[in-house]
T-cell receptor
Framework: GAGVSQSPRYKVAKRGQDVALRCDPI?????LFWYQQALGQGPEFLTY????????KSGLPSDRFFAERPEGSVSTLKIQRTQQEDSAVYLC???????????????FGPGTRLTVL | GDSVTQMEGPVTLSEEAFLTINCTYT??????LFWYVQYPGEGLQLLLK?????DKGSNKGFEATYRKETTSFHLEKGSVQVSDSAVYFC????????????FGKGTLLTVNP
């Protein structure tokens, strides 16, 4: 079956531009996560959705970052007024479980590589 | 907060060599532990996991045992192949937060024929 997909795969933005990154989770998966992976580092948690509810946004680096999942399926991560330090790979993951089933497998998409010039 | 420390890379081995990648963690409560692998040009994939102390996760010849007494989850494989060349990430969930993954920095493994 289809896995998690993300688009675009690559995005180049000029400093100050707004960008929107899309995630299509596996059909039927309740939980959706966004992570940021800087070059040479492990992914770091940004935000978590259970269906359409954003239950945790503690990892978002600033108020320029905004995520939504209005119908409980597709999610969009938006970054306003991009800065050079926003350059990273943005990973989306989904899992079948509800919050609390912490051992459930998270399935990752291929990521969007954002470069801010 | 929760944290994961794994062996610095890169690691370069010859085919059929024994592999160990060390991973230790700090967490409140009783986390689940994972190894994820990222092959060149691909997304992160779950390699194996263990959910409680003394559990052994295994997959594709790789093994890791959840050691609560040493807070470790070292990855091992008895005989690596060229196709095992990838970046390996140790991760945990369920410590201070019961859903998000906390990752180590990753270890690049290169296996030469």
């Amino acid at each position: 079956g289809a896995g998690v997909s993300q688009s675009p795969r690559y995005k180049v933005a000029k400093r100050g531009q707004d960008v929107a990154l899309r995630c299509d989770p596996i059909s039927g998966h309740v939980s959706l996560f966004w992570y940021q992976q800087a070059l040479g580092q492990g992914p770091e948690f940004l935000t978590y959705f259970q269906n359409e509810a954003q239950l945790d946004k503690s990892g978002l680096p600033s108020d320029r970052f905004f995520a939504e999942r209005p119908e409980g399926s597709v999610s969009t991560l938006k970054i306003q007024r991009t800065q050079q330090e926003d350059s990273a790979v943005y990973l989306c993951a989904s899992s079948l479980s509800l919050q609390g089933a912490f051992a459930d497998t998270q399935y990752f998409g291929p990521g969007t590589r954002l470069t801010v010039l | 907060g929760d944290s994961v420390t794994q062996m610095e890379g890169p690691v370069t081995l010859s085919e059929e060599a024994f592999l160990t990648i060390n991973c230790t963690y700090t967490a409140t409560g009783y986390p689940s532990l994972f190894w994820y692998v990222q092959y060149p040009g691909e997304g992160l994939q779950l390699l194996l996991k263990a959910t409680k102390a003394d559990d052994k996760g295994s997959n594709k010849g790789f093994e890791a045992t959840y050691r609560k007494e040493t807070t470790s989850f070292h990855l091992e494989k008895g005989s690596v192949q060229v196709s095992d060349s990838a970046v390996y990430f140790c991760a945990l969930s369920g410590g201070g937060s019961n859903y998000k993954l906390t990752f180590g920095k990753g270890t690049l493994l290169t296996v030469n024929p």
